[in-house]
């Protein structure tokens, strides 16, 4: 069973990135992802390939993965310094424990190409988009249908690992995304009211503002945790 309350901080020293370091959160990857595309084709995934987080080699291609968080609490980007010093310890330990969970992490590819920054350098550095997974996964969406956006060079450029998935409603599914896709407006559900302009800087304005960007985070983790028990109950072994 995938333990989708379990802090990924906690396998790893103090400080150190469980994105790289934290060997449960690997783990549940690996089981989670290491299915079937919509293809049918299976995507199994190797955790001893030396050097490589994730690795995937058959007749689909050659895919070096890396865990990439989804969630974000904002406590370190200055822009919001102000905000998050208007919040007691309690509701900062609160806040990192809940976005620190399985369900606030995904694979994206992890090999530079041409030496260009990755999928998950570039959410961080594009002041249009400020590491927020709504705004990537606007990206992802209007790449299925070949429409521009701030993410689109580098989306193309792991196009390869994109067009596994088919479509923007197959990636949904195979990562369980759904809880951040409103079907019958057919859009996504922001964590803040959506700019079509992508304005710089897309973050919080205040602390109410900011209460909102986290809960609707939280209630994305409990949504695609309840996915991710689903998936385990009936397609894992109990022993992951």
């Not at 919040?87 to 992490?105: A, K, N, W």
């Not at 992508?198 to 909102?212: A, S, V």
Request: charged content about 25%; aromatic content about 16%; some cysteine.
């Amino acid at each position: 069973m995938i333990d989708t309350s379990y802090d990924v901080r906690t396998d790893v020293r103090p400080g150190a990135d469980p994105d790289k370091y934290s060997k449960t959160l690997r783990r549940f990857h690996k089981a989670l992802w290491s299915k079937d595309l919509p293809s049918g084709k299976n995507f199994e995934l190797s955790d001893n390939q030396p050097g490589k987080y994730l690795y995937h080699l058959s007749e689909l291609g050659e895919f070096s993965l890396a865990s990439d968080g989804i969630t974000h609490s904002l406590i370190y980007v200055k822009r919001c310094e102000k905000i998050i010093g208007q919040l007691s310890e309690d509701r900062l330990s609160q806040i990192l424990s809940g976005l620190y969970t399985v369900p606030g992490f995904i694979l994206f590819p992890g090999n530079q190409i041409n030496g260009k920054i990755t999928m998950n350098a570039a959410r961080g550095f594009n002041a249009r988009i400020g590491d927020r997974f709504d705004l990537t996964l606007e990206c992802i969406k209007r790449f299925y249908v070949s429409e521009k956006s701030p993410l689109f060079e580098v989306i193309d450029r792991y196009s390869d690992f994109f067009n596994l998935f088919e479509s923007f409603d197959g990636y949904l599914k195979f990562f369980l995304l759904q809880d951040l896709w409103d079907e019958k407006q057919q859009r996504i559900k922001f964590f803040l009211p959506f700019d079509d302009s992508f304005p710089t800087q897309p973050f919080p304005k205040d602390l109410p503002e900011y209460e909102i960007f986290i809960e609707k985070q939280f209630e994305f983790v409990a949504g695609r945790s309840s996915r991710m028990l689903e998936f385990s109950k009936t397609h894992l072994p109990s022993s992951v």
